[in-house]
């Protein structure tokens, strides 16, 4: 059982360039979700999905776009990679929309935009 | 946003000791509290969570306190290991989205 899945671990970007973070989960879970994580702050919600087909925005979505075609998969655009969008992206996925139950987290993958 | 706040960005505590990871929240409405550990290159972990209609619960060595009236959180670990040393966060929030704290660092000296 491999859990959440993201690839890739460390990406560099130009300004500009545009690219996709992947997700994937084996559980099961109609709960997935995006966070971006910078230093000194906690984790902040970027776009979150309450099952396939079905996506709606957190607190910072602006320069991502996502979509849930499978149940499984959950990928994060950048649309034009920013400076400010270096960061650590980590997905998430769970049982359910509430928090009560385990939230499952991927590795994270490392962004820096140059 | 959410004001989620810890007291305390860092903590060091002898093994064997107990330890206890503060956290104030701003929003009297939140209806679910979270805590999860973050090891160093690691995805954050899930600890142990807590309804608002609770005021306390316990897992294994850990022990999640709600208090409402103050709109405080705290965890506490039980004969704290070198393997706790971790990032630990609190969250809270409602049906869809959650508020992180920025985290306390905690040190288990050996």
């Known amino acids: 059982n491999a859990g959440v899945t993201q690839t890739p671990k460390f990406q560099v970007l130009k300004t500009g360039q545009s690219m996709t973070l992947q997700c994937a989960q084996d559980?099961?879970?109609?709960?997935m979700s995006w966070y971006r994580q910078d230093p000194g702050m906690g984790l902040r919600l970027i776009h979150y999905s309450v099952g396939a087909g079905i996506t709606d925005q957190g607190e910072v979505p602006n320069g991502y776009n996502v979509s849930r075609s499978t149940t499984e998969d959950f990928p994060l655009r950048l649309l034009s990679a920013a400076p400010s969008q270096t960061s650590v992206y980590f997905c998430a996925s769970s049982y359910s929309l509430v928090g009560v139950g385990e939230a499952f987290f991927g590795q994270g993958t490392r962004l820096t935009v140059v | 946003g959410e004001s989620v706040g810890l007291h305390l960005p860092t903590l060091s505590v002898q093994e064997g000791d107990n330890s206890i990871i503060n956290c104030a929240y701003s929003?009297?409405?939140?209806?679910?509290f979270i805590w999860y550990k973050q090891e160093s290159g690691k995805g954050p972990q899930f600890i142990i969570d807590?309804?608002?209609?609770?005021d306390k619960r316990q897992g294994q060595r850990v022990t999640v306190l709600l208090n409402k009236t103050v709109k405080h959180l705290s965890l506490q670990i039980a004969a704290t290991q070198p393997g706790d040393s971790a990032v630990y966060f609190c969250a809270e929030g409602d049906r869809n989205q959650f508020y992180f704290g920025t985290g306390t660092s905690l040190t288990v000296i050996p």
């Open positions: 929003n009297s409405a939140s209806d679910y």
């Open positions: 807590i309804r608002s209609n609770m």
């Open positions: 559980m099961n879970h109609e709960y």
